[in-house]
């Protein structure tokens, strides 16, 4: 069973940075998909930025390009994400999110992360 355990998160005023961190339970041999989450209250959870294990593309949702960076360590089966220049619509619980492929898709969720940005 793939736990992922998120760290990070937290208060910043806007303008200022914070940074995530994720790390996986176990190691995935293959094309694994790592990546960040977030649902605002009363939205749809929606993506941030995902990242493919082995140096492959990384995504970013239009919202955060520029200002937010995604990446992995896969000898330590973790992600990261840091955040610059937060705006308080940056304001969400985070969910990291990890998915490969058996056949059919596996995906897992963490727990949730916290990230407030004050005005």
């Known amino acids: 069973q793939v736990q992922l355990v998120e760290s990070g998160g937290g208060l910043v005023q806007a303008g200022g ?6 790390a996986a339970s176990v190691t995935i041999r293959g094309r694994v998909t790592m990546g960040w989450y977030r649902q605002a209250p009363g939205k749809q959870r929606e993506m941030v930025a995902t ?3 082995g140096g492959g593309r990384s995504d970013y949702a239009d ?3 520029g200002r937010f960076t995604i990446s992995r ?3 330590k089966n973790t992600v990261y994400l840091q955040m610059n220049n937060l705006k308080p619509e940056d304001t969400a619980v985070y969910y990291c999110y990890l998915e490969y492929y058996r056949m059919i898709k596996y995906d897992h969720w963490g727990q949730g992360t916290q990230v407030t940005v004050s005005s």
């Open 17 to 22: 940075s914070l940074g995530l961190s994720c």
């Open 51 to 53: 990242i493919i294990s």
């Open 63 to 65: 919202s955060v390009k």
């Open 73 to 75: 360590d896969d000898a």
